[in-house]
């Protein structure tokens, strides 16, 4: 029993050293795309290393397309005029010119008294802990 349990201890640590090699090796393969997928992107259209590239136009395509035959009997396109209505907007009443509204749903609430502060008391920054008692 004490042998077998060595030998598959033993097989176990060999295929746990595969599966770590086989990740190490996955992981660099997926580094290794990466960077790949990177430089393809800076090499692309639009990337680093051709910002702008274009391939050269054909001199046929430089050539300008040639202008429509004019039609003479179709009467002249008119432009719009350049003159347009503007309305005016009314004038804004002042505030103070407003009369007073007549009844009004919520009542106006006078302040309530409120007591002024005593100066006999001395102001925080003042404040000082009172004293404590020495430690027994």
Do not use: C
């Not at 804004?92 to 002024?116: F, I």
């Amino acid at each position: 029993m004490n042998d077998f349990s060595k030998a598959l201890a033993g097989e176990v640590r060999i295929l746990l050293a595969e599966v770590g090699k086989l990740r190490d090796e996955r992981r660099s393969l997926q580094f290794e795309i990466a960077e790949l997928m990177e430089l393809k992107s800076k090499h692309g259209a639009g990337g680093e290393y051709q910002p702008d590239w274009r391939p050269q136009p054909d001199p046929a395509q430089l050539e300008p397309p040639p202008a429509p035959p004019a039609i003479e009997d179709a009467p002249p396109i008119q432009a719009r005029p350049g003159w347009r209505v503007v309305h005016k907007r009314p004038e804004r009443r002042d505030r103070a010119r407003m009369p007073p509204q007549a009844a009004s749903p919520h009542p106006v609430q006078q302040p309530q008294y409120v007591e002024p502060p005593r100066t006999e008391l001395p102001a925080w920054a003042q404040w000082r802990r009172p004293p404590t008692p020495p430690p027994k």
